[in-house]
């Protein structure tokens, strides 16, 4: 079966190359310039205590981005960007905190409904046929490793669309998550992350927010804790290691997901912001949406975080709108993508779970006041 949107994002991932993108904005101080005034007090009663469990993360300018070729082109160009602080989840969403969610409010995931099949065409070629209904049933996509190296430009050669694949059942019905409680939770969609995010009275990050946070206070580094991908011969993030995808050494330790703060955080207090599992966005994904927003600047010197494009675009994948996932996942390799660096991003169909996306959560200043002020002390 070709896995309807659910295998969407996966087709494109490889033809952005070729997608030209312009270097048009001029840089200011290449140097993060943080806001410490911006820090709240904790205890202060004006923006509010630090909420449990998430790290401030301080406004300021910074280089969103990279010119580095060695990234792919939806990368580029880097700019100037200032976002205004905000806390942010210390490590991503685990499988206990989700279970919380859904034993509270009932809710059932995206991966946990039957496929709508008029939704579905929507995102699809228009002469796509119809499945038959036997494969139309609730699932997600599975990693599967293959046998043998395969073509890297064909990622339905290690993706497979699994029937009773869930959030409870990460790789199909067998599995499940009774000793991965501290692991994020996957198989989530966008729409999922965000029905979380309300219930526990956060967001989901903005693109700038993530990649700004990501960086740790660094400024213009390949990953997230500098330019040398193994400091001192130290594994830093869950990654993979090995000849993709037929091999996982597994030298850092972890096949597949890791439990949460396994790795050191980063300057930030963050853990796991590379590597590990994607990260699902606020933000629409356009290829070109560092071009475009460069575009639109008066004066082409600081661009301010508006929260990504009014709309998707993807030329490889016309018919699927996507939204932003960052960071990467355990099972990113540089023979391929790389994408534990800051700057790499992707779009997904926000319907679309997999066994390797996640997801956590940022709560503006804004948002702790008003909880402040609706729970007197
Ligand atoms: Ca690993």
Same mark, same amino acid.
């Given at each position: 079966?070709?896995?309807?949107?659910?295998?969407? #994002?996966?087709?494109?991932?490889?033809?952005?190359?070729?997608?030209?993108?312009?270097?048009?904005?001029?840089?200011? %101080?290449?140097?993060?310039?943080?806001?410490?005034?911006?820090?709240?007090?904790?205890?202060?009663?004006? +923006?509010?205590?630090? =909420?449990?469990?998430?790290?401030?993360?301080?406004?300021?300018?910074?280089?969103?981005?990279?010119?580095?070729?060695?990234?792919? /082109?939806?990368?580029? /160009?880097?700019?100037?960007? +200032?976002?205004?602080?905000?806390?942010? &989840?210390?490590? &991503?969403?685990?499988?206990?905190?989700?279970?919380?969610?859904?034993?509270?409010?009932?809710?059932?995931?995206?991966?946990?409904? +039957?496929?709508?099949?008029?939704?579905?065409?929507?995102?699809?070629?228009?002469?796509?046929?119809?499945?038959?209904?036997?494969?139309?049933? =609730?699932?997600?996509?599975?990693?599967?490793?293959?046998?043998?190296?395969? =073509?890297?430009?064909?990622?339905?050669?290690?993706?497979?669309?699994?029937?009773?694949?869930?959030?409870?059942?990460?790789?199909?019905?067998?599995?499940?998550?009774?000793?991965?409680?501290?692991?994020?939770?996957?198989?989530?969609?966008?729409? &999922?992350?965000?029905?979380?995010?309300?219930?526990?009275?956060?967001?989901?990050? %903005?693109?700038?927010?993530?990649? $700004?946070?990501? *960086?740790?206070?660094?400024?213009?580094?390949?990953?997230? #804790?500098?330019?040398?991908?193994?400091?001192?011969?130290?594994?830093?993030?869950? @990654?993979?290691?090995?000849?993709?995808?037929?091999?996982?050494?597994?030298?850092?330790? $972890?096949?597949? %997901?890791?439990?949460? +703060?396994?790795?050191?955080?980063?300057?930030?207090?963050?853990?796991?912001?590379?590597?590990?599992?994607?990260?699902?966005?606020?933000? #629409?994904?356009?290829?070109?949406?560092?071009?475009?927003?460069?575009?639109?600047?008066?004066?082409?010197?600081?661009?301010?975080?508006?929260?990504?494009?009014?709309?998707?675009?993807?030329?490889?994948?016309?018919?699927?709108?996507? *939204?932003?996932?960052?960071?990467?996942?355990?099972?990113?390799? /540089?023979?391929?993508?790389?994408?534990?660096?800051?700057?790499? *991003?992707?779009?997904?169909?926000?319907?679309?779970?997999?066994?390797?996306?996640?997801?956590?959560?940022?709560?503006? @200043? &804004?948002?702790?006041?008003?909880?402040?002020?609706?729970?007197?002390?």
């Amino acid at each position: 079966m070709k896995p309807s949107s659910g295998l969407a #994002w996966i087709t494109c991932v490889f033809r952005l190359a070729g997608i030209g993108l312009m270097f048009l904005c001029a840089s200011a %101080t290449p140097a993060v310039k943080a806001d410490p005034a911006a820090q709240p007090a904790p205890g202060s009663g004006g +923006k509010g205590a630090a =909420p449990p469990a998430m790290a401030w993360v301080p406004g300021g300018e910074f280089t969103m981005g990279t010119d580095d070729v060695r990234s792919f /082109p939806n990368e580029r /160009p880097a700019h100037r960007m +200032k976002i205004d602080g905000f806390w942010m &989840d210390e490590h &991503d969403v685990t499988n206990a905190e989700f279970a919380r969610f859904v034993e509270a409010t009932g809710y059932v995931t995206t991966a946990e409904k +039957k496929p709508d099949w008029e939704e579905m065409k929507k995102e699809l070629p228009p002469d796509t046929p119809k499945p038959d209904d036997n494969v139309l049933v =609730p699932g997600s996509l599975v990693f599967t490793p293959s046998s043998h190296p395969v =073509p890297l430009d064909d990622l339905s050669a290690w993706w497979r669309w699994v029937p009773g694949a869930s959030w409870r059942h990460p790789e199909g019905p067998d599995s499940n998550v009774a000793a991965r409680e501290n692991h994020p939770v996957v198989q989530v969609s966008w729409y &999922d992350a965000v029905a979380y995010a309300k219930w526990v009275g956060k967001r989901l990050p %903005t693109e700038a927010e993530w990649e $700004f946070a990501a *960086r740790g206070g660094l400024e213009g580094k390949r990953y997230a #804790w500098g330019d040398e991908f193994r400091p001192n011969g130290k594994y830093m993030a869950n @990654t993979w290691q090995g000849l993709f995808p037929v091999t996982n050494t597994a030298e850092d330790g $972890f096949v597949g %997901t890791s439990p949460v +703060k396994s790795f050191p955080p980063n300057g930030y207090g963050l853990y796991d912001m590379a590597g590990n599992v994607w990260q699902w966005c606020s933000d #629409w994904y356009r290829v070109d949406a560092f071009t475009q927003v460069v575009m639109k600047l008066a004066d082409k010197s600081v661009c301010r975080d508006t929260g990504g494009p009014n709309e998707s675009w993807d030329p490889a994948d016309p018919n699927a709108p996507k *939204r932003v996932v960052k960071g990467g996942s355990f099972l990113c390799n /540089p023979s391929y993508c790389e994408s534990y660096r800051p700057s790499a *991003r992707r779009g997904t169909p926000p319907d679309t779970g997999s066994s390797h996306t996640g997801f956590r959560c940022v709560l503006s @200043t &804004d948002a702790v006041s008003r909880a402040a002020g609706a729970k007197p002390q």
